[in-house]
T-cell receptor, first 119, second 114 residues
Framework: GAVVSQHPSRVICKSGTSVKIECRSLDFQATTMFWYRQFPKQSLMLMATSNEGSKATYEQGVEKDKFLINHASLTLSTLTVTSAHPEDSSFYIC???????????????FGAGSRLTVL | AQSVAQPEDQVNVAEGNPLTVKCTYSVSGNPYLFWYVQYPNRGLQFLLKYITGDNLVKGSYGFEAEFNKSQTSFHLKKPSALVSDSALYFCAVRDMNYGQNFVFGPGTRLSVLP
C-alpha cells in the first residue's frame, strides 16, 4: 500500500534556529500534500495545502513566512519552521494524496509525524 | 461549512465487549466519511471510509461503521474490543463542494481494559 515517510521523527532545536521536516511519498506520486499541526490531546489543524510546482495555500492564521513549504517534486514536500520559538513546539504531520487515484473519495496517507521541541 | 463532532472525549470498554465511537457531521453536499486511528507519537492510519452504497462499511482490524443519513452520523463499531485497540480515533469528512480538504473531528480516546 501507499507509504508516506516523514523525517525527522523527533527534533530538538534552540530558539531562533530553523528546522526542516521532510515528507516523502515512497511508492506513489503525490500532486497534493497536506501539513497539519497537532497540539496535545487535540485534533489535527490543517496548516497548508502543498501542490507540486506551485505555491502552497495556507490556512487562515498560519504565517507563511514562518512555516515555509516547498513541494518541488511529485514525491517530496518540505516544511521549514523558521526562527523557531518555544511556542512552535508541536507534533507536525504530513499527508499525501496519490496522483493516480480518482479525485472522488481517495484516502489520505499520513506520515508518522515529527515532534518538534524548541528550547 | 463542513464540521465533524465526536461527542465523547474518552470511551472505556472492557476487553471482549462491543465498542462504539460516535461521530456526527455537517456538510452542505454529499459527504465522504472516514475513520482514522492514531497510536502514540504516530501519524494517522486509515481504517475505513463511506462513499456510497451500503450504509454498513467494513474496514481494517475488524472495525465497521454505519452511515446514517437522517441522523448525519457515522459511528465506528467493533463487536469485540481488544486491548490493542486502545488509541485515539478521528472521524473525518470531505465535502466535494468545498474542495479537497478533509475536516477532522476532535478525536476520541478509546481505552480497552483487560
Amino acid at each position: 500500500g501507499a507509504v508516506v515517510s516523514q523525517h525527522p521523527s523527533r527534533v530538538i532545536c534552540k530558539s531562533g534556529t530553523s528546522v526542516k521536516i521532510e515528507c516523502r511519498s515512497l511508492d506513489f506520486q503525490a500532486t497534493t500534500m497536506f501539513w497539519y499541526r497537532q497540539f496535545p490531546k487535540q485534533s489535527l489543524m490543517l496548516m497548508a495545502t502543498s501542490n507540486e510546482g506551485s505555491k502552497a495555500t495556507y490556512e487562515q492564521g498560519v504565517e507563511k513566512d514562518k512555516f515555509l513549504i516547498n513541494h518541488a517534486s511529485l514525491t517530496l514536500s518540505t516544511l521549514t519552521v523558521t526562527s523557531a520559538h518555544p511556542e512552535d513546539s508541536s507534533f507536525y504531520i504530513c499527508s499525501a494524496r496519490d496522483k493516480m487515484q480518482s479525485s472522488g473519495a481517495n484516502v489520505l496517507t499520513f506520515g508518522a509525524g515529527s515532534r518538534l521541541t524548541v528550547l | 461549512a463542513q464540521s465533524v463532532a465526536q461527542p465523547e472525549d474518552q470511551v472505556n470498554v472492557a476487553e471482549g465487549n462491543p465498542l462504539t465511537v460516535k461521530c456526527t457531521y455537517s456538510v452542505s453536499g454529499n459527504p465522504y466519511l472516514f475513520w482514522y486511528v492514531q497510536y502514540p507519537n504516530r501519524g494517522l492510519q486509515f481504517l475505513l471510509k463511506y462513499i456510497t452504497g451500503d450504509n454498513l462499511v467494513k474496514g481494517s482490524y475488524g472495525f465497521e461503521a454505519e452511515f446514517n443519513k437522517s441522523q448525519t452520523s457515522f459511528h465506528l463499531k467493533k463487536p469485540s474490543a481488544l486491548v490493542s485497540d486502545s488509541a485515539l480515533y478521528f472521524c473525518a469528512v470531505r465535502d466535494m463542494n468545498y474542495g479537497q480538504n478533509f475536516v477532522f473531528g476532535p478525536g476520541t480516546r478509546l481505552s480497552v481494559l483487560p
